[in-house]
């Protein structure tokens, strides 16, 4: 069974930025690919970046394209969320999960899920 726990949430100015981490129970290789996902106060859960196990591939929202990164810390045994240039609608409790199918843009192919970190970006 895979677990996840995410770490590295917190208040932040808009511009600034913040480091998410997932940390891994179990050998990341064992998953299709990671996903980072959030969902803000009356909203749905939306996913905003995700990174293939077998190569790296990275993939990103729209909204975030440009300005969040994802990566894997193998030392760690990581996957973390660079998030810079924040802005007040990236407010939200942010996730990550694991999919072992191809459909990894369907939120429901994803069969594990950490607890969420608080994001908040605010004056």
């Known amino acids: 069974q895979v677990q996840l726990v995410e770490s590295g949430g917190g208040l932040v100015q808009p511009g600034g930025s913040l480091r998410l981490s997932c940390a891994m129970s179990t050998h990341i290789l064992d998953y299709y690919v990671i996903g980072w996902f959030r969902q803000a106060p009356g909203k749905e859960r939306e996913g905003v970046a995700y990174?293939?196990?077998?190569?790296?591939?990275?993939y990103y929202a729209e909204s975030v394209k440009g300005r969040f990164t994802v990566g894997r810390d193998n030392a760690k045994n990581t996957v973390f969320l660079q998030m810079d240039s924040l802005k007040p609608e990236d407010t939200g409790v942010y996730y990550c999960a694991v999919t072992y199918e191809s459909d990894f843009y369907n939120i429901l192919s994803y069969a594990t899920w950490g607890q969420g970190t608080q994001v908040t970006v605010s004056s």
């Open positions: 990174r293939s196990a077998s190569d790296g591939s990275t």
